[in-house]
């Protein structure tokens, strides 16, 4: 499985640490096999490397995504970093698709965290997702999902800290019901929409 290759941190950068949320348009699910998610995680790792993003959490279903990163010295690169993302990963859906210039994505959300506790619910939230949405039984065993990455690289300290914060009043947009890898739908959980975020329209 292809990984991220940097190791976790262990608090807020200064430069500033978002938490990113895109939904696809109409809430498709055009992330529904194994390969299209693969095409879309290898994506994500490779743009953050050239936008000089730094990953700390990720899950990625059949039609949205959210992760959480440390921004370079500019924040500012997060419109072209998702713009990019979007534009690639729409071209290749539709090339697969035979759907030439169909919407793809929707809107991204993004919310800048200002305090610790905050980051290490949002860092668990993201890790979990896929058990939030029912399209796992366990985190880790998720390809598309951060939470094996961070059980191998996080220091065992610092995973448990994480785990033991309560998620139950992370707002985030979440409102989704993505489908298991291969066409089953999960369940879905009511969540609040995040209060912080700015919305930005995105291709």
């Not at 990963?89 to 210039?101: H, I, V």
Request: net charge neutral; glycine share 4%.
């Amino acid at each position: 499985m292809t990984d991220w290759p940097h190791a976790p941190l262990h608090r807020l950068a200064e430069r500033g640490t978002y938490m990113v949320t895109c939904g696809t348009y109409l809430k498709q699910h055009h992330l529904n096999t194994p390969e299209r998610l693969d095409f879309f995680r290898d994506l994500l790792f490779e743009l953050a490397q050239e936008f000089g993003w730094q990953l700390q959490a990720w899950a990625i279903l059949s039609n949205h995504y959210h992760w959480v990163g440390v921004s370079p010295e500019t924040p500012d690169t997060l419109r072209r970093f998702a713009s990019k993302l979007h534009t690639l990963s729409a071209t290749q859906l539709n090339q697969w698709d035979a759907t030439p210039g169909r919407k793809v994505w929707f809107q991204y959300y993004d919310s800048r965290i200002t305090f610790q506790t905050s980051y290490f619910a949002r860092l668990k939230y993201v890790h979990q997702n896929a058990v939030h949405h029912a399209v796992a039984n366990a985190a880790v065993n998720y390809p598309w999902c951060s939470a094996a990455w961070f059980e191998r690289n996080s220091p065992p300290a610092f995973r448990r800290m994480v785990e033991q914060f309560k998620t139950d009043r992370v707002e985030v947009l979440d409102e989704f019901a993505p489908l298991i890898a291969g066409g089953e739908s999960g369940g879905k959980r009511p969540t609040t929409n995040e209060h912080e975020s700015t919305r930005m329209q995105a291709r």
